[in-house]
C-alpha cells in the first residue's frame, strides 16, 4: 500500500468566505491513502467540515487544488463526484421510504428497476435494516436514520465516503456501538471513509489516522496512538485527552537525558534528548493517568517520602483539593506545593481504592522519566 | 394556556367584542344578503323573499355559465403564471444571502401600499398603444430596421403598434401583476423552511439542480405550493376591477356581472344568486385545499 497513489491529494487549499477576518482552511496540503479510515478533528469553526464539504463539491476552494483519484476537481459539480457524503443531520428524504431513499442515486443513474431492487436490499442488509425497506424516516429512531443515510450513500459504490459528525446526534450507547460498526463497515466494503467529528473519543477510537486542525490549519497528523503519546504542541495535547501543562526552561539536553525546570512542577527529568536550544522556554505535558498516587507514610520527612518513588521516577507532592469519582476510575485535583494544580487520575482496581484519599490530605506523586512530553510550542 | 373549556368567564370576555363585530357586520349582511338570492324584486327598492329558485335557475343559463368558466380559466391561468413566474422568484429570495433578503421581500410586498387603482392606471399607461411597452418595441424595431439592409435583409416596414390592452392578454398580465405576492410569499415560507442538506444531499448522490428541484424540492413545498395556488385563485376569481379597467367588452368576469346586477340592472336578487355560487365555487376550492392537506399530513 506504501507505493499505492493518494485516493484524495489536497494541495494547498484555501478558502476564505466572504466578510470573514481569517480564512476557515488556511493552505492545508493532505494525502489521503485508498482504505484508510481518515478522520479530521477539531472544535468547532477549525474548518474540518468546510475541508469535507470542498471535497464534496459544496464548497469551492479559493487557492490550491483538490484531486480524486488523480484528477483535478476544480470544474466538477457535487452530482459528478464519485465520493458521496453523510450529512450530520442524516438529510434522509422525509417523503419517500427507506427504499426509495436508499435507491434515489442509482434511480438518477437510470439503472434498470430490478436490479436497483436488489442492491437496495443488499445496502439494507449491509446496515442492518433488512425488514424496514416500506417504512418512512418520521417511523424510525435516529440511529435508524442514520443507518439509510449510510446505505443511501455506499449503494453508490464511491471512491471516497465522507461522513459530518456521523454519530453526534445519537445517545452514549448508540455512539460507543456505531463506533465498533462504522470501523467494521469500512473494513467490509473497503471504501476509505473521511469523517469529521470534534469528539476525541470518536476519533480514537475509529480512526486510522487523525488531522487535528486548529484555525484552519492541521495542528498534526499522526495515528491515533501518536496522537495521544506524542502530541507536537500544546494544542494537540490539550484538545487530544487531558493533560496537565506546565511552562518551564531547558535547563540540561543530552542525547540520553534532558531536565526541565517548571517553576510550578519543579525540576522534571526525562530518561531521553530534546531537540531544543539550551535554555529555551519549552512546556511538559503529563496526562493525569501518568502519574501514581502514593498513600503518604505518617509523619514522613519529605527526603523519605522521595524515597517512596521508584528509582529513576520524578517526584512532586501536594494536598488533595478536589476529587470526582467516575467509577472507574477517580480523579483528583491536587495543589502542588508551589501553588499550581494538577489533575491525576487513579484507577479504582478494587472495589474501596477511591477511600485511599481524601480532601485535603497530603499525598505525593511520581512518573516515569519518559512519561512527560516536551513541547517547543 | 389551558383549555378554554375551564375558563369560560375568560374565554366569554376575550371573545365577545370580536363575536360582536363579526355577527354584526359580517355574519347578518352575508345573511341578508343570501335571503336576497330567494327573493324577487318587487318596485325599486322592496325585495320580496319569496323562497324562489328562479335567480339560481337564471344563474345557470348558458349565458352566466359561461362567464363563470372564462372565469374560472382566466383566474386559473393567472395562477399557473403565478406559479411558474413565483417560484424561481421565491427560491431565489430563500438562497439570497442574509443581507439581500429583507430587502427582496421588501421589493415583493412594495405593490401592497400602493392603491390598485393606481397600480391599474399605471398599467394602462405601459400597454397603451402609445403606452411605454409599444413604443420600446417600435424603436427596437426601428434600430434593427435600419440595420438590415446593411447585412443583405429587406428593411421591414413601419412599426404596427400591437393592441396591449383592453383585451383577455390586458387582463390576465394584470391579474398576475396583482396576485404575484399572494404566490411568493407562502412559496418563500415554505421553501425557507426547507433544510438545505435536503438539496445538497440529492446533488451528492447524482441529481441535477431541474431533477433536485422536481423530485425533492417540489414535493417538501407541496403545502405551500397548494396555500399559494389557493390564495392566488380565489380572489383572482373574484376580480373586478382589473377585468373593468383592462378588459376588452369580452373579458369581463363573473364580478363585472354581479356589480351590474346590483347596480346597473337593479336586480338584487339575482346579484345575490350569482355572489353565492361564486362564493360556493371558493368552497369547493378550499375544502379541496383542506382535504389535500389532511392526505399530505396522514402520509407524514
Partial sequence: MSDASPIISIRNVTKRFKGAPSPAVDDVSLDIMPGEFFVLLGPSGCGKTTLLRMIAGFEIPTEGQILIDGQDMALVPPNKRPVNMVFQSYAVFPHMTVAQNVGYGLKIARMPSDEIDTRVREALELVKLDGLAGRRPDQLSGGQRQRVALARSLIMRPKVLLLDEPLSALDAKLRAQMQFELADLQDEVGITFITVTHDQDEALSMAGRIAVMNKGDIAQLATPSDLYEFPANRFVADFVGSVNIFEGTLTLDEPDRAAVDCPGLGKVYLNHGVTGAHGSQVWIALRPEKLYLHVPGEGKAVREAARDAPEGHNFARGTIKGMSYLGDITLYEIRLESGAMIRVSRPNLSRRDQEDFTWDDRVSMHWRADSPVVLLS | ?300
Fill in chain 2, 1 to 300: 394556556m389551558e383549555d378554554w373549556k375551564r375558563g369560560r368567564a375568560m374565554f366569554a370576555t376575550v371573545a365577545a367584542a370580536p363575536l360582536t363585530w363579526l355577527t354584526l357586520f359580517f355574519i347578518i349582511p352575508m345573511a341578508v344578503v343570501w335571503l336576497y338570492s330567494f327573493g324577487t324584486n318587487r318596485g325599486l327598492t322592496d325585495i320580496d323573499i319569496s323562497g324562489t329558485l328562479v335567480n339560481y335557475q337564471r344563474a345557470l343559463e348558458p349565458l352566466y355559465l359561461g362567464i363563470f368558466a372564462k372565469s374560472l380559466v382566466v383566474a386559473g391561468i393567472t395562477t399557473v403564471i403565478c406559479l411558474v413566474v413565483g417560484f424561481p422568484v421565491a427560491l431565489a429570495i430563500v438562497f439570497s444571502t442574509d443581507r439581500w433578503k429583507p430587502w427582496l421581500l421588501l421589493a415583493i410586498m412594495l405593490p401592497f401600499w400602493t392603491n390598485l387603482l393606481i397600480r391599474t392606471y399605471a398599467l394602462m399607461a405601459v400597454l397603451r398603444t402609445e403606452g411605454y411597452a409599444n413604443q420600446s418595441i417600435g424603436w427596437l424595431h426601428d434600430r434593427f430596421g435600419s440595420i438590415m439592409p446593411l447585412v443583405g435583409l429587406p428593411a421591414p416596414g413601419a412599426y404596427e403598434p400591437m393592441n396591449l390592452l383592453y383585451n383577455n392578454f390586458a387582463v390576465i398580465l394584470g391579474l398576475v401583476y396583482v396576485h404575484l405576492p399572494f404566490m411568493v410569499l407562502p412559496l418563500y415560507a415554505a421553501l425557507d423552511r426547507l433544510d438545505r442538506s435536503l438539496i445538497e444531499a440529492s446533488l451528492d448522490l447524482g441529481a441535477g439542480h431541474i431533477r433536485t428541484l422536481l423530485a425533492i424540492v417540489a414535493p417538501l413545498a407541496a403545502p405551500g405550493i397548494i396555500s399559494g395556488i389557493i390564495i392566488t385563485f380565489v380572489p383572482a376569481l373574484g376580480a373586478y376591477l382589473t377585468p373593468d379597467l383592462l378588459g376588452g367588452p369580452d373579458s369581463q368576469m363573473i364580478a363585472n356581472v354581479i356589480e351590474r346586477q346590483f347596480k346597473r340592472a337593479n336586480d338584487w336578487p339575482f346579484g345575490a344568486a350569482l355572489s353565492f355560487l361564486l362564493m360556493y365555487a371558493t368552497f369547493i376550492a378550499i375544502a379541496f385545499q383542506a382535504v389535500k392537506a389532511k392526505q399530505a399530513e396522514r402520509r407524514g
